[in-house]
């Protein structure tokens, strides 16, 4: 099993920036593809950013692109979404997400992910 914890959330003003943090533990070693997912009131869950532990591999939802960064420590098991330029519409609960193995579709289907942390909530204020 793995277990995923989140922080970093917090209540800022727009234009601040945050840094979210996912901690993996368990049996991480067979980890190949982490996610950030996040959750608006009254909307679906969206995915926000992917990472891959081996190799290339870093993807982002149109919206985020130039402001949100994903980064990975790999002694740490940890990997962060580095939040920068914060806009109203950023704000949710955002979910940390990891896939155990291949791909079997894409990265950013919520159901290719195997384990969820419990969320991190994050409000920006106009």
């Known amino acids: 099993q793995v277990q995923l914890v989140e922080s970093g959330g917090g209540l800022v003003q727009a234009g601040d920036s945050l840094r979210l943090s996912c901690a993996a533990s368990?049996?991480?070693?067979?980890?190949?593809?982490m996610g950030w997912f996040r959750q608006a009131p009254g909307k679906e869950r969206e995915f926000v950013a992917g990472?891959?532990?081996?190799?290339?591999?870093?993807y982002y939802e149109d919206s985020v692109k130039g402001r949100f960064t994903i980064s990975g420590d790999n002694v740490k098991t940890t990997v962060y979404l580095q939040m920068n330029s914060l806009k109203p519409e950023d704000t949710a609960v955002y979910y940390c997400a990891a896939r155990d193995g291949l791909l079997r579709g894409n990265y950013y289907s919520r159901n290719q992910y195997h384990y969820w942390g419990q969320g991190t909530q994050v409000i920006v204020s106009s």
């Open positions: 368990g049996r991480t070693s067979s980890l190949y593809f």
């Open positions: 990472f891959t532990w081996n190799g290339i591999g870093t």
